[in-house]
């Protein structure tokens, strides 16, 4: 029975520690970031970096996004939220704040950033489509000139970009991107 309990108690050191890191692990730490969330941080940070070249010329400077790194109190688990700078009043808020548009224009940065960034990584695989599903019906329509300008440069670069929408701005902005191209042809 001694032998036993000895045997016991060494389990339950040796369980004790794995338990421990578990649990730091699950985001039972004090950054409350699960290990998953870190290594996604890292890739996130890649991602907003390459995000932010298109956001800040698709706001004209107005805009850059920003990954929070603070602790938050209660129970939350950090490590994959995004805030928005704005330029225009110097300071960060929640991306919840954002306009349609701006939504729209961040969400397009963010699409463009994770195609460059996975482009980086990926040795030699380059993305040279990109889809846009809707999306400008929230637009006005000088936020629709900037995000046609922005996806114009990015086909002068040699992507092509589909677009699914049933705005009438934007379809004959394109037919007369095509009849251009058609035409210097």
Known sequence: LNELEAKG?????????S??????????????????????????DDIIRQANEYLSELSHQRYSLLRIEERTSGNSINGLDLNIFDAEYGDARGVQTLSGGELFLASLSLA??????????SGGICIDSIFIDEGFGSLDSETIDTAMSAL?????????IGIISHVEQLKMQIGGMIMENIASV
Do not use: C, W
């Not at 950054?31 to 941080?41: D, S």
């Not at 114009?152 to 092509?160: A, E, I, K, V």
């Open 152 to 160: 114009n440069n990015l086909r002068s670069m040699g992507r092509t």
């Open 9 to 17: 108690a060494q389990i339950q050191i040796e369980y004790s520690h």
């Open 19 to 44: 338990q421990r890191l578990s649990q730091f692990l699950q985001g039972k730490n004090m950054y409350k970031i699960p290990i998953k969330n870190y290594v996604l941080g890292i890739m996130l």
């Open 112 to 121: 463009f950033g994770l195609s460059d960034t996975v482009q980086s990584f």
